[in-house]
């Protein structure tokens, strides 16, 4: 028979010592919780990845291996497919199954405030209403494996620099309709089984122990059933963070949730009853996990999985601009291209951080074309310039293990501090790219060192320089030579240093990478990385200048341009936005060379276009994932319809960003949300600054025509109007249009945006068909949070409901009274 849920965590719940019960509320190690191995009860391991499963790291408690690395999530929501979602949602959580983890830490729901967020293209949109429809289909996916998402950051962590102190002061009302909505949509419709609590201060309380925050409005007003967790380190105390509805605290073995906690319940700060609610959150987990029922493991990179990344991609890769339909690339009568620009042969699929994913493979767009046009086509590529401005991490496959029995590095643990005797642990890494929590592994405290061996081979001959980022002490022999010798400041997580130096390289040839690292006593977390770039000498760099030849002399020029792989990343935010490296002036001089140029762009947060004007066609691809080459030619060919739309505005410049005068830029303690609920377009609309690309743009090969909208011309408060409007599809090509609502509200008796989104549909059209297309507005899509009431009020009076193909774009419109 069939025992109730609450009834095994009850039977459970009354087996446990008290100690037991407190033990269960911290992680073992980095990735599990702790077990209960008298009753059974098994530790839950939990993984990164909000677009794919990380699993490449040979960490403590989690697997090892390639998984499929999806487009990421700012190009989860520029398709504006939430059921596509979905089904990339059910193939991570596959994957996640896999490799035997059972919550997956995502998705990312923060909101994009400013265009130099650092986190930017693992979040959603600006939107909050996208952002909760696209994760409600991520959460129901991965959930329907029978593995947990926990959604995050909550809340209000929109930037990187100083995140682990800064505090968000933002107002009740700007809290509720722009920060929480997208939080709320998730946890009621789709009850994540945990909820990530972020770094940031919010209004002056941690995120980990605000109380409001957490058992005021995520458990007692939304009623989040699954359990809180800490990001990694974020928590700061026992009994605040305890009565503050934080569950459980991450990365283990406990720093406050441990001994703390106990001294706590002894001494009568905390009620035993509190930790008892806790536990059983944690308990009613692992059951739903299955973990205590065996489950099965599932597939990984399976070629439905594989082929899946790629619709995603091709559904998300948005066209801004066409001049004269110069795309599709007409292939009878193409003779020639120009593949121009560091992104070309490089297949940029995603950014840096947690989020990073490791997959089978890669397919980047100059390959891809080569394959889709074949020998009819002549194809020449030249690079043209950087995509950087410093050395990026040293590519994984310029590495081999030094028995030369694959790609990658070896790597040796040693318990001194020195390197000597027998190492602990040996394992392999990809890259030489290493971040690790003392205390929360198997490395020994408080000193240990440790060693990282390849071969590097880079493939041209030249002069490279080499640049080390890192804190404790790091050395850096290249060929039994000392390369690089870092000793930087002592303390902790904050204090990093690095170091530079050149040398000439031979192309093809090995070269012997050894890497030291010795822990200073004191640091909580440990890290370097290391950086390798072609340096070209000025006078002897002719790049920009073959680049020109080579565009003038083909039928198309393609420039595939962007940032690298890594720039955006958690852990810092973006300078400004230009592009890195020289692009600017690539795109500029190729475009001027041949006017039939399309630029490619690869970014997840918007980007400066002083080149706009020079260039015929401009289509964004965000990070596609690994099936990024295939994707882009595609499109390119027409082989798809490009059907995604911008998630976020485009601004013309960055002083015309609402967050601009109260960012957090270089790094206050106090980031003050001054623009309120004028988030996004709904600033650019209440200023009428006319932006470079409105939110909700994007181009189709084919063209789309709206009618017969029908609105009712009077509703009662409390009842949902029901809106239809016609789409028909007057091109010459299959294509698909995204049909955006917007709801005004004419009078109100707060300032309220001049529209805002509150519905949408992607309608796939065959040439001259005709489809209607339906939405239902229930009471909150017309209502704005009052603080004075601290509720949701609709205001009867004129509303205007608004339906187009962008923000900036309204094709129908039409008004009804509420009464």
């Not at 069939?2 to 009850?10: A, V």
């Not at 300078?575 to 690539?586: A, H």
């Not at 595609?634 to 609402?658: A, C």
């Amino acid at each position: 028979m069939l025992i109730p849920l609450k009834q095994r965590i009850e039977d459970l719940l009354s087996k446990l010592t008290l100690k037991e019960k407190i033990a269960l509320l911290s992680g073992k190690d980095i990735w599990n919780t702790v077990p209960i191995e008298r009753l059974g009860i098994p530790s839950l391991t939990m993984t990164d990845g909000p677009h794919g499963v990380r699993a490449a790291n040979p960490e403590v408690g989690r697997p090892v291996g390639p998984t499929t690395c999806f487009p990421t999530g700012i190009s989860m929501a520029a398709s504006w497919n939430p059921e596509l979602v979905e089904r990339v949602g059910r193939a991570i959580g596959e994957e996640a199954h896999g490799v035997g983890c059972d919550i997956l830490l995502g998705p990312c729901v923060n909101i994009v405030r400013s265009p130099l967020g650092g986190r930017n293209f693992e979040s959603y949109s600006e939107d909050p209403y996208l952002a909760g429809r696209t994760a409600v289909g991520f959460i129901k996916g991965v959930q329907s494996q029978g593995v947990g998402t926990s959604i995050k950051h909550f809340a209000c962590n929109n930037y990187e620099i100083e995140r682990n102190r800064a505090s968000s002061n933002v107002d009740e009302r700007t809290l509720r309709e722009i920060y929480l909505p997208a939080f709320e949509a998730a946890v009621k419709e789709a009850q994540p089984w945990t909820v990530m609590c972020s770094y940031n201060r919010v209004n002056g309380v941690y995120a980990s122990q605000n109380h409001y925050l957490l058992n005021e409005i995520l458990k007692n007003e939304w009623g989040f059933e699954g359990f809180v967790i800490s990001d990694w380190a974020a928590n700061h105390e026992a009994y605040e963070s305890m009565k503050g509805g934080l569950d459980l605290e991450m990365p283990g073995p406990a720093k406050y949730y441990g001994s703390l906690l106990s001294q706590a319940v002894n001494n009568w700060q905390i009620d035993e009853a509190v930790i008892e609610k806790a536990a059983c959150r944690i308990l009613r987990i692992i059951l739903k996990s299955g973990r205590m029922d065996k489950a099965a493991k599932r597939a990984i990179n399976t070629p439905e999985h594989q082929a899946l990344a790629r619709e995603l991609a091709e559904e998300a890769i948005t066209l801004l601009k066409n001049e004269a339909g110069i795309l599709p690339l007409a292939r009878n009568s193409l003779k020639s291209v120009a593949v121009i620009g560091p992104n070309a042969a490089e297949a940029v699929i995603e950014g840096g951080g947690s989020s990073h994913v490791d997959p089978p493979y890669r397919v980047s767009p100059l390959e891809a074309l080569r394959a889709k046009l074949g020998d009819d086509v002549r194809i020449e590529y030249e690079q043209g310039c950087d995509n950087f401005d410093e050395p990026l991490l040293v590519r994984a496959d310029w590495l081999t293990l030094p028995d030369s029995s694959g790609s990658g590095m070896k790597v040796e643990f040693f318990e001194n501090a020195d390197l000597s005797g027998q190492p602990t642990r040996t394992s392999a890494e990809s890259r030489p790219d290493f971040w690790m929590y003392i205390g929360s592994t198997q490395l020994p405290e408080p000193q240990f060192s440790a060693r990282w061996t390849a071969f590097l081979t880079i493939p041209t001959d030249g002069l490279y320089t080499f640049k080390l980022n890192y804190s404790g002490i790091c050395r850096v022999h290249l060929d039994g030579e000392l390369l690089l010798d870092g000793r930087g400041p002592t303390g902790g997580e904050e204090a990093e240093a690095s170091v530079v130096a050149q040398k000439e390289l031979r192309g093809g040839r090995p070269h012997s990478l050894q890497i030291e690292y010795t822990k200073r006593p004191g640091q909580e977390t440990v890290h370097y990385n290391l950086g390798l770039a072609a340096t070209y000498k000025p006078d002897a760099d002719d790049r920009l200048r073959r680049a020109i030849r080579l565009a003038k002399k083909c039928d198309v020029a393609i420039v595939f341009a962007g940032v690298p792989e890594g720039f955006e990343s958690e852990g810092w935010d973006r300078p400004d936005m230009d592009l890195p490296g020289g692009q600017d002036e690539l795109i500029r001089v190729v475009g001027r060379a041949n006017p039939r140029t399309v630029v490619i762009l690869n970014a997840g947060s918007p980007m400066a276009m002083p080149w706009l004007d020079e260039v015929a066609a401009l289509v964004l691809a965000y990070y596609p994932g690994q099936e990024n080459g295939n994707a882009v030619a595609n499109v390119l060919l027409g082989r798809v319809n490009p059907s995604g739309k911008l998630p976020v505005t485009f601004p013309k410049r960055l002083e015309d960003n609402p967050a601009f005068i109260n960012s957090s830029y270089p790094g206050a303690r106090e980031v003050h949300y001054g623009e309120g609920i004028f988030v996004g377009y709904r600033y650019y609309d209440k200023k009428d600054i006319e932006p470079l690309f409105p939110f909700g743009h994007g181009l189709s090969y084919t063209a789309f025509e709206y009618s017969r909208l029908k609105v009712p011309e009077a509703v009662e408060v409390g009842e949902p109007v029901q809106v239809s409007v016609t789409v028909k599809n007057i091109g010459q090509v299959v294509g698909k249009e995204i049909v955006q609502l917007y709801v005004s509200d004419k009078v109100s008796s707060l300032p309220r945006p001049p529209k805002e989104l509150k519905g949408f549909a992607k309608v796939a059209l065959r040439p001259g068909e005709v489809k209607s297309v339906t939405f239902e507005l229930d009471g909150r899509a017309l209502a704005f949070y009052d603080p004075a009431k601290k509720r949701w009020v609709a205001e009867t009076g004129e509303f205007e409901v608004l339906l187009g193909s962008s923000s900036r774009d309204i094709r129908a419109r039409a008004a009804f009274k509420l009464k």
